[in-house]
């Protein structure tokens, strides 16, 4: 059996305990969009890029309401959160082309949320052979498109 060794994730697991405040309810309050990533506004819920992407359109939706339990979301907000996912699936159709997407949560630090406070979906546009080492063996994701340039096509698609 083979091993790659991922010491820069211990960073990960021992920060694991600390709280410290909610990102996306500081872009919420930031009052500038654009540069806090917000793509569009619905009622109970806003879609962000994800500033550190996997691919290119990695976005998330989450509710306005800072809730770390999905179970605790109201079915209104649940209802428009799946469909502004919808929503951004076909803006990503649109814009990228994907091959495929990936939809889901993780909920809770042992399942991978980085933000653990504030549920989010995650809708991420997949192409075959997107994935590589370069995260593992480099401690470097590459991406083709900066931030800015998919935030303005991502809110134009939205929009519309």
Known sequence: MDYLWTPWRYRYI???????????CDALSAGDDAKALIVFRASLNFIILNRYPYTSGHVMVLP??????FSAA????VSEMIQLAQR???ALEGTYHPQG?????NLGRAAGAGVRNHFH????PRWSGDSNFMTTVAETRVEP???????EKLRKALEG
Do not use: I, P, R, W
Request: proline share 0%; with cysteine.
């Open 101 to 105: 997407f990936n939809l889901g949560m």
């Open 14 to 24: 021992a920060d694991a305990s600390k709280d410290e405040g909610c990102v996306f």
């Open 145 to 151: 498109e900066d931030l800015s340039t998919t935030y």
């Open 121 to 124: 979906l995650h809708v991420l």
């Open 88 to 90: 951004a699936q076909k």
């Open 64 to 69: 306005y309401a800072h809730l770390a339990d």
């Open 74 to 77: 109201d079915a209104a907000t």
